[in-house]
């Protein structure tokens, strides 16, 4: 338990300063300044800036929450799935392969910094809040297309995909089987939990857009 608390703590800090990289790095705070100077005042917008710079230190509590919460629940969801198979294992370890299986996604805010440092310069917040690399958004793009499709083309990306492979890895590894099996416990947990996911997405960006 302790090396997976070690494993869980080292991704939250790895989110955390790649987190702060990035937004140094696309200027975030400028973007996003330039964006409510169409919608507030010069008063709003610095009072809010003052209350986002109080305040700031909430992300180094909200990043590892968000991912205690999401590896937590996908193990316990994959948990069910073997479950169901009669097959069992240890909660724990299921929560140790969904953790070192996140580091995947790590990758992407880096993948995110090189095309707009390197092959984007010019891009807006617009750009930046619906840029998602190596998905199928990428391919069709974001203008013109309706808001409610945004998330699921994201999600729709080759990271995802080598996710659901590696879990699939480390499950067979765990059930004594092999990555085939793995992915067919993934195939009837994971995944139709991921869709449900996307479509309730879709549904309240359909409503509330």
Do not use: C
Not at 43 to 72: A, G, M, V
Not at 153 to 169: M, T
Not at 179 to 194: A, C, F, M, Q, R
Request: proline fraction near 3%.
């Amino acid at each position: 338990m302790k090396n997976i608390l070690l494993r869980y703590g080292l991704l939250s800090i790895s989110f955390i300063i790649i987190t702060e990289i990035t937004n140094k790095i696309i200027n975030l705070k400028d973007l996003l300044h330039h964006f409510l100077i169409d919608f507030l005042s010069v008063d709003q917008i610095n009072s809010y800036f003052e209350f986002q710079d109080k305040w700031h230190w909430l992300i180094y509590l909200y990043i590892p929450l968000i991912i205690l919460i999401k590896t937590s629940v996908i193990s316990l969801i994959i948990y069910i799935g073997l479950f169901l198979l009669s097959k069992e294992t240890k909660y724990n370890q299921l929560w140790n392969a969904t953790i070192k299986a996140e580091f995947i996604f790590l990758l992407v805010p880096i993948f995110k910094i090189i095309w707009f440092y390197f092959f984007q310069p010019n891009y807006d917040l617009n750009d930046i809040q619906n840029y998602y690399p190596l998905s199928a958004l990428n391919i069709i793009g974001y203008k013109g297309l309706e808001a409610w499709f945004i998330y699921p083309f994201q999600v729709l990306n080759l990271f995802e995909f080598v996710y659901v492979i590696y879990l699939g890895f480390e499950i067979g590894k765990l059930t004594n089987t092999n990555t085939d099996y793995g992915l067919k416990i993934v195939g009837i947990s994971y995944v139709p939990s991921l869709v449900l996911w996307v479509a309730t997405v879709m549904f309240f960006t359909l409503n509330y857009s």
